[in-house]
């Protein structure tokens, strides 16, 4: 049985622009305990009409059930499920016009890791990563890469330090494997900052967006 049987009949919700007609896409992932509501909310507030907004919701409100440091192990099969999900969210996309260069994936938290994962194991040149507090999954001191190119697929990793659940050092350890698989990424600190989303980093990601998507939108 697929695992997609965890997360596969969770609704995914859209706003902005109709695919047919967007742009670009901007698939945006919340963080545990929220909602897809919740994230087309911040979708809202980085992107622009013209893009078409996808978020998935999480069976029971979150995509794995440990922390995403926890063995790996441990997050399966919902781990597999939501990535799953993510991939065919994305070949959804892809049949409706808009290929990866033109996708950006976004989240927040617990959504930002999915989102850095899916990155890494689905290597493409994508339009954009955007990790609001989150990396890659794996337990400290386990090996993170993942074979493949990036091909120069914007990033933008952004979190508090220190922050209750993703430490620095492992926002670190992501910007360089994907850098190591030809992402061009940029990570910025901000020290004291609480778990959540500031006005500076919702410029910043407005800014990463305008970039990537000038010649489309």
């Known amino acids: 049985m697929s695992t997609q049987t965890w997360h596969g009949g969770a609704p995914v919700l859209t706003a902005g622009a109709r695919l047919a007609s967007a742009k670009g896409a901007l698939i945006l992932l919340h963080g545990r305990g929220a909602s897809a509501e919740d994230i087309l909310g911040l979708g809202a507030a980085?992107?622009?009409a013209s893009l078409a907004m996808i978020a998935?919701?999480?069976a029971n409100h979150t995509w794995y059930p440990y922390s995403?440091?926890?063995p790996r192990a441990q997050n399966e099969p919902w781990l597999s499920s939501a990535l799953e999900k993510l991939a065919a969210i994305v070949e959804e996309?892809?049949?409706g016009g808009i290929g990866e260069d033109r996708i950006v994936i976004a989240g927040f938290s617990q959504g930002a890791c999915l989102a850095t994962e899916f990155v890494a194991s689905h290597p493409a040149r994508y339009a954009g990563l955007i990790a609001f507090t989150g990396g890659l999954i794996g337990e400290p001191g386990s090996d993170l890469r993942h074979a493949g190119s990036l091909a120069g697929t914007p990033a933008l990793l952004l979190?508090?330090?220190p922050d209750p659940h993703v430490p620095w050092s492992r926002v670190e350890e992501s910007a360089a494997?994907?850098?190591e698989m030809g992402a061009a990424v940029t990570a910025q600190r901000f020290p004291?900052?609480?778990h959540t989303v500031s006005a500076a980093e919702i410029g910043l990601a407005q800014e990463f967006l305008e970039a990537?998507?000038?010649d489309r939108v």
């Open 192 to 194: 004291g900052r609480s």
């Open 93 to 95: 996309v892809k049949r």
């Open 56 to 58: 998935p919701q999480a």
């Open 68 to 70: 995403f440091l926890a």
């Open 159 to 161: 979190s508090g330090d």
């Open 177 to 179: 494997v994907l850098s």
């Open 212 to 214: 990537g998507y000038r």
């Open 46 to 48: 980085i992107g622009k």
